[in-house]
């Protein structure tokens, strides 16, 4: 595979990812946003504290659909450890997407329904950036490219096939344990 043609390939993968990881978050931004304006309309809870309870409803929604649709091909031995990675990395994107609304609405006194929703938005889309970095990078790991895999494979087939197929010198067939 050309140098050229490998780089088509990987940026084919990429963009699949992103558009996967596109519908996921998403649908992450419409829970998200809905659950947000919900707690606001019908309860007596404050601007951010909403925000966060919608971010963190939003989270387990992604995770279930990062895991089970985004990178159902990646490495998932260790769920744990992915789990934990994940609460991790989210919880740092709900501070960057909640902090951003918090610093409107407490610091420059920006709280209506339209400007909370635009700072969340705003807020979200960092967080975003963050996120889709994080989770391909520490969360979901990319299990050995399906090129590694094969040229692997070849390689062993050819040690398995090697001494026992190999022409000798004086044209016969060498056979290991055997001196021709």
């Not at 992103?18 to 707690?39: D, E, R, S, T, W």
């Not at 094969?150 to 067939?173: M, N, R």
Request: charge should be positive; include cysteine.
């Amino acid at each position: 595979m050309s140098g050229l043609s490998a780089l088509r390939a990987r940026m084919a993968l990429m963009y699949r990812e992103i558009a996967k990881f596109g519908a996921v978050g998403g649908a992450g931004v419409l829970v998200n946003f809905g659950v947000y304006n919900l707690i606001i309309r019908n309860t007596g809870l404050q601007t951010v504290r909403s925000s966060v309870l919608a971010t963190l409803v939003s989270i387990a929604f992604n995770y279930l659909g990062f895991r089970y649709f985004t990178y159902r091909d990646r490495d998932s031995e260790q769920r744990t450890k992915e789990m934990g990675l994940f609460l991790v990395f989210s919880c740092v994107g709900l501070v960057i997407e909640n902090g951003l609304l918090y610093v409107a609405t407490y610091g420059f006194h920006w709280d209506s329904t339209l400007q909370s929703n635009v700072f969340k938005f705003v807020g979200l889309g960092l967080a975003t950036l963050f996120r889709f970095w994080s989770y391909r990078t520490w969360v979901f790991r990319a299990m050995p490219a399906k090129e590694a895999v094969q040229e692997a494979e070849s390689f062993l087939a050819e040690g398995a096939h090697g001494p026992e197929g190999a022409q000798s010198a004086e044209g016969g067939t060498r056979r290991p344990g055997r001196i021709s």
